[in-house]
């Protein structure tokens, strides 16, 4: 079945740094991709879908400057964390469409 | 995405049976019920879908009652690893599994010894 791969899985950064999420469909090509957050106790929210080869759509309220996507490639989108503050602290996911919305494994971010 | 409504928490015993409901009353005839979980601190997994027929796969059973605007999700011999947080999802028809989705809290399904 289709198989997206998530890395890192976690990650630790300083306050003010950047982290790059990377997300890999597999065996499988995919025109879009969807990045979620999810903070504790709280269910997966939506935060913009990844379009290969054009700009990527946010939802309402995720700042496109702050949580910049890249979607360079039929197989590979990411999703970097600009000048990261303790409240960016979350699990990210995405899942690539390959059929019934296959997810990653997740990346808990922690930043101190 | 349709709005669904599903109970906070349940329990089930090892080897039993667990039914987990599922209402979905302002459904569309054209879309599809998807059901996911997700064990603690790991990515969604897709579980099941169906439009109006009931479906079964590997993993388990799905019931549409005849009206569309309830399913039940049957995982017919629960074991401790199927404890996780169930979601039943209707996405927005013409997005289905291509679409994005919309989570709720869904339902924390603890399966006991």
């Known amino acids: 079945g289709a198989v997206v791969s998530q890395h890192p899985s976690?990650?630790?950064?300083?306050?003010?740094t950047s982290v790059k999420i990377e997300c890999r469909s597999l065996d499988f090509q995919a025109t879009t991709m969807f990045w979620y957050r999810q903070f504790p106790k709280q269910s997966?929210?939506?935060?913009?879908?990844?379009?290969?080869?054009?700009?990527?759509?946010?939802?309402?309220g995720v700042e496109k400057d702050k949580f910049l996507i890249n979607h360079a490639s039929l197989t590979l989108?990411?999703?970097?964390?600009?000048?990261?503050?303790?409240?960016?602290?979350?699990?990210?996911?995405?899942?690539?469409?390959?059929?019934?919305?296959?997810?990653?494994?997740g990346t808990r971010l922690t930043v101190v | 995405?349709?709005?669904?409504?599903?109970?906070?928490?349940?329990?089930?015993?090892?080897?039993?049976a667990a039914n987990l409901p599922c209402n979905h009353?302002?459904?569309?005839?054209?879309e599809y019920v998807y059901?996911?979980?997700q064990i603690h601190s790991q990515g969604p997994q897709y579980i099941i879908h169906g439009l109006k027929n009931n479906e079964t796969n590997e993993m388990a059973s799905l019931i549409i009652t005849e009206d569309r605007k309830s399913s039940t999700l049957i995982l017919p011999h629960a074991t401790l690893r199927d404890t996780a947080v169930y979601?039943?999802?209707?996405?927005?028809?013409?997005?289905?599994?291509?679409?994005?989705?919309?989570?709720?809290?869904?339902?924390?399904?603890?399966?006991?010894?």
């Open chain 1, 77 to 105: 989108s990411t999703l970097t964390v600009t000048s990261a503050h303790p409240e960016d602290s979350s699990f990210y996911i995405c899942s690539g469409g390959g059929g019934f919305h296959t997810f990653g494994s």
């Open chain 2, 87 to 113: 979601y039943c999802i209707v996405p927005t028809a013409g997005g289905t599994s291509y679409g994005k989705l919309t989570f709720g809290q869904g339902t924390i399904l603890t399966v006991h010894p």
């Open chain 1, 44 to 60: 997966l929210m939506l935060m913009a879908t990844s379009n290969e080869g054009s700009k990527a759509t946010y939802e309402q």
């Open chain 1, 10 to 16: 976690r990650v630790i950064c300083k306050s003010g």
């Open chain 2, 35 to 37: 059901w996911y979980r």
């Open chain 2, 1 to 16: 995405d349709a709005k669904t409504t599903q109970p906070t928490s349940m329990d089930c015993a090892e080897g039993r």
């Open chain 2, 25 to 30: 009353s302002t459904i569309s005839g054209n």
